[in-house]
């Protein structure tokens, strides 16, 4: 194949554009969103879309025996490890048009771009759809890259059960993408995932493109208050046990710890009230606790504080407790090698950029466990995601896909270079 240098290498923006909209029709919603769920029939469409586009350019796909699939170019130079691009095709209910998605179609986009100009990278290119990234229908959220990286087992993935009973094993065998590679037998170097910011941080700043740094640490724990239910009529306020004014303060104070330190969140997201009747006192209240924080230091002394937080919160009104930690994942700090390819490429392409953390979980956080990994994030409007009002626009969506293009081709140079001089 003839050589071609990275500036005569232009995505095309709306074939890119046209491959979105196309898939957004698998499993989309009258409101403009999909409702795409793992494992589904609109799942099988997809891959099966997603699988046909990977033909259609002689690359050699192979699929592990948790879904996730892996489609080849090869490169010019044998016994280089890949450069793996992707993300997730997976939705969640009420999903937009371009979490995960487009971070496996920006992928493919560089493969096509690549194939039209007739350019071979000296280390392979690979394109990746995990499982079960989004987790809305079966729990853990990234299960296939989760076992893909070693974090769980094949066995476990398979009992996971939705809402209805049905599991995972049983779904993946009925939609046919149950692949013979073991799982974690496919193997890369180096990966690049492109994907929304999810957040409202690049539009707020009018920045094109994020070089994410990293995921932040995240903990979740359930909480328990335990007080009387009573009527509300005849109990007189000093007597009261309200498990609702209890948990009313630690919601308060959730807010008050993480505005304490910087670049934290903290949040409680669900409720159930018992007996969550108009006119009784609510006896009993459960919660989840949300932490996130870049730095485990810092989590430790937000857990901490939670934890007087919820014990003085009980004593005050009366209450009994129960905090327990349901979930803790360790803050991932992305490869620098990476994430300088990723500054090069958004350089040569023009584009402007800030450092960024992730505030969501991605496959990315299992891949760097593996290999050495980063993330590129591009806006979305009002950070709204998970929603199908989720929006990126056309230019915004190519930009990312540009500089995924341009940072896999500096990578692969760097790397090339590298393996030439060590081998002198």
Request: with cysteine; glycine share 12%; charged share 20%.
């Given at each position: ?185 496919i193997r890369f170097g180096a990966m690049f995932e492109l994907h929304i910011e999810q ?74 009230i018992s007996p969550n009747s108009h006119n009784v006192i609510p006896g009993e209240v ?14 430790d002394q937000m857990q901490a504080q939670v934890d007087e937080l919820v014990r003085n ?112």
């Amino acid at each position: 194949m003839k050589e071609t240098t990275m500036s005569n290498l232009t995505i095309d923006a709306e074939r890119l554009w046209d491959s979105l909209m196309e898939t957004a029709r698998i499993g989309g919603t009258p409101d403009g969103g999909i409702a795409r769920l793992t494992l589904s029939d609109d799942d099988r469409r997809v891959r099966d879309w997603l699988r046909a586009q990977c033909d259609a350019l002689g690359l050699t796909m192979t699929v592990d025996e948790v879904g996730n699939m892996f489609a080849t170019r090869p490169g010019a130079r044998e016994g280089l490890p890949a450069i793996a691009m992707g993300s997730h095709l997976d939705t969640q209910p009420t999903g937009g048009k371009f979490d995960g998605v487009l971070g496996v179609l920006a992928g493919l986009e560089v493969l096509r771009t690549l194939d039209a100009a007739g350019y071979r990278t000296e280390a392979p290119l690979m394109l990746v759809n995990w499982t079960n990234e989004e987790g809305s229908r079966f729990s853990p959220a990234m299960l296939g890259s989760g076992i893909w990286a070693g974090v769980y087992d094949r066995n476990y993935g398979d009992a996971r059960a939705d809402v209805s009973g049905d599991t995972f094993g049983a779904s993946l065998d009925r939609i046919g993408y149950r692949g013979e590679a073991k799982a974690g037998a496919i193997r890369f170097g180096a990966m690049f995932e492109l994907h929304i910011e999810q957040g409202p941080i690049l539009e707020a700043e009018g920045i094109e493109v994020g070089v994410v740094q990293g995921i932040q640490g995240m903990r979740w724990f359930e909480l328990t208050l335990t007080g009387t239910a009573a009527h509300t009529g005849s109990t007189p306020m000093h007597m009261r046990r309200n498990a609702l004014l209890g948990m009313a303060r630690v919601i308060e104070g959730i807010d008050r710890i993480a505005k304490a330190h910087p670049d934290a969140v903290g949040t409680i997201g669900f409720l159930e009230i018992s007996p969550n009747s108009h006119n009784v006192i609510p006896g009993e209240v459960r919660a989840t606790i949300d932490l996130r924080h870049p730095s485990d230091v810092v989590l430790d002394q937000m857990q901490a504080q939670v934890d007087e937080l919820v014990r003085n919160a009980a004593e005050a009104v009366g209450l009994t407790h129960r905090l327990e930690q349901i979930s803790r994942t360790a803050p991932v700090v992305f490869d620098p090698e990476c994430i300088a390819s990723v500054r090069a490429g958004a350089k040569a392409a023009g584009y402007s950029t800030r450092d960024i953390i992730s505030g969501a979980g991605h496959d990315a956080a299992h891949a760097a466990a593996v290999a050495p990994t980063t993330m590129i994030f591009v806006p979305c409007a009002g950070g709204l995601s998970h929603n199908p009002a989720e929006s990126t626009l056309p230019g915004e969506c190519a930009a990312g896909a540009q500089v995924l293009l341009e940072a896999v081709l500096d990578y692969d140079r760097r790397m090339s270079e590298s393996r030439r001089e060590a081998a002198a």
